[in-house]
């Protein structure tokens, strides 16, 4: 079992910060990649940031410049660092992490509850 716990999320007024963070526990055997998405309310579910085992980083056009992704292996932890924050940004965020539980299993797709962001003045 891998469960995935969000934290950091609230209301915040436009150009501000916010900071997710992302605990991961249970028996994985490795991690391919940790990521961020996001799914406003009538909307699909999108792609925010993500990063990989190497410390790659991929990220939506719409975040580019204001978010940054990082990870603390050690600590099985992934963060979203969100600045110059829009009302646009207002979703619920969701921590994923892909991986295989045991060597040769298949690799899997793992979600967090989310937590919401609320950018309004």
């Known amino acids: 079992q891998v469960q995935l716990v969000e934290s950091g999320g609230g209301l915040v007024q436009p150009g501000g910060s916010l900071r997710l963070s992302c605990a991961a526990s249970?028996?994985?055997?490795?991690?391919?990649?940790r990521g961020w998405y996001r799914q406003a309310p009538g909307k699909q579910r999108e792609l925010v940031a993500t990063i990989t085992s190497g410390g790659i980083t991929n990220y939506a056009d719409s975040v580019k410049g204001r978010f940054t992704i990082s990870s603390d292996n050690a600590k099985n932890m992934v963060y979203l660092q969100m600045n110059s924050l829009k009302p646009e940004d207002t979703a619920v965020y969701s921590c994923?992490?892909?991986?295989?539980?045991?060597?040769?299993?298949?690799?899997?797709?793992?979600w967090g509850q989310g937590t919401q962001v609320t950018v309004s003045s």
């Open positions: 994923n992490l892909r991986g295989r539980r045991w060597p040769g299993g298949a690799n899997l797709n793992y």
């Open positions: 249970g028996s994985i055997y490795t991690i391919n990649a």
